[in-house]
Structures are given as structure tokens and as C-alpha cells.
């Protein structure tokens, strides 16, 4: 696909299918991405993530490298920000959280179940740690790096109000639409 793109010509201002279509798609950027995107997929393969550096990785690089691999490669198949100013790269990552996030639920049921915890506890207890753990990293190096720690604190700040509003805001808002629109029933009362 790249070759064929990389011998078009560049668009006139004149008339024409490929003109046009420059316009809308901007043949251009279509050759960028597909660039980045194969640029993306191949650089999976190195231990840290250059050519330099996978030269120069130790065996817990390397271990590290082989448990995420899976992770990197899903990663690598989202689609890189040159296509369509973004958008295709973030609708595309939002469709992956929610499935991460239906993964993530799923295997926390089983795990509480083979263990015997209720889901709630499951759910206040593991996922809640699970998700807490990233943030709680992100904030301790930025703590390290900066004499302030201003970082830190928008980080603990955002990542809880985020949680708070997003969390718990758009599934009562949700549900509150639900109920509005189904009306009462014996159920709900």
C-alpha cells in the first residue's frame, strides 16, 4: 500500500478523483501513518524499545520484555495520531479500554469466585488496587523529579476527581435516563 501512495503524485489544485480525494484525506498524511504504523509494529521486537537499547538490555529487561510482548503488540495495532488529526487513534484507544475493562472485570469475578470473596469486596479490594497502583507510580516519580512536587499533586488530584465524576457521574447519569425514560416499575421501587 505504501509504494502505491509513495507514487502518487501530489494533488493539483485542479480538478480530478485523486485531487479530491487529497482534499478530504490528505494522501499525504495517509503515507505518514502507514509509515509510523509499520514503524509502531516493528519496534515491539526490541527489548526497550530501539535497536540501542535492546543491544544493551539485561535479563530482567528482557523478561520484562517477554511478559508485556502481548501488551506491546495490541499497542502497536492502535492506529498512530497522523490519521484523521487523531480521532481514529482515540476512538480506536477507547474502544480497547473498554474491552481491557470488561477483561479486567471478568477475570476479578473469577478470581473472587474461586476464592470465595463476594464480588463488592472483590471489586473495593483487587480492582480498585489494580487501578490505583498506576497513579500511585506516576505521582511517587513525579514526587522524585520535581522540588516542588506540583506533578504529584495534579496527578493524585485529576486521576481521583476523573474517578469520582467519571465513575460514579456517568453511570447515575445513565441510569437515571434509563429509569426516566422506562418509568417506574416494580422492580425499580
Avoid at 14 to 33: E, Y
Avoid at 150 to 164: E, H, I, L, M, Q
Wanted: proline share 5%; with cysteine.
Amino acid at each position: 500500500l505504501t509504494v502505491v501512495l509513495d507514487a502518487v503524485p501530489p494533488a493539483e489544485e485542479g480538478g480530478g478523483l485523486l485531487a479530491s480525494l487529497d482534499r478530504i484525506v490528505n494522501l499525504a498524511m495517509v503515507v505518514q501513518g502507514c509509515r509510523d504504523w509499520a514503524q509502531q509494529l516493528l519496534d515491539t521486537r526490541y527489548v526497550n524499545g530501539s535497536a540501542e537499547e535492546h543491544a544493551e538490555a539485561s535479563g530482567t529487561d528482557w523478561a520484562l520484555h517477554v511478559i508485556s510482548f502481548p501488551w506491546k503488540v495490541l499497542g502497536a495495532l492502535l492506529p498512530p495520531s497522523s490519521f484523521f488529526g487523531g480521532w481514529l487513534t482515540f476512538w480506536t484507544t477507547l474502544g480497547y479500554l473498554a474491552v481491557v475493562t470488561a477483561c479486567v472485570s471478568d477475570l476479578a469475578e473469577l478470581f473472587g469466585c474461586v476464592v470465595g470473596l463476594p464480588d463488592i469486596v472483590t471489586a473495593v479490594t483487587l480492582v480498585a488496587l489494580g487501578t490505583s497502583m498506576p497513579d500511585l507510580f506516576a505521582s511517587l516519580a513525579a514526587a522524585k523529579e520535581d522540588p516542588t512536587a506540583d506533578a504529584s499533586v495534579v496527578n493524585v488530584t485529576g486521576s481521583n476527581s476523573v474517578n469520582v465524576f467519571l465513575g460514579l457521574g456517568v453511570p447515575w447519569s445513565l441510569a437515571a435516563v434509563y429509569w426516566q425514560v422506562k418509568g417506574r416499575t416494580p422492580e425499580w421501587e
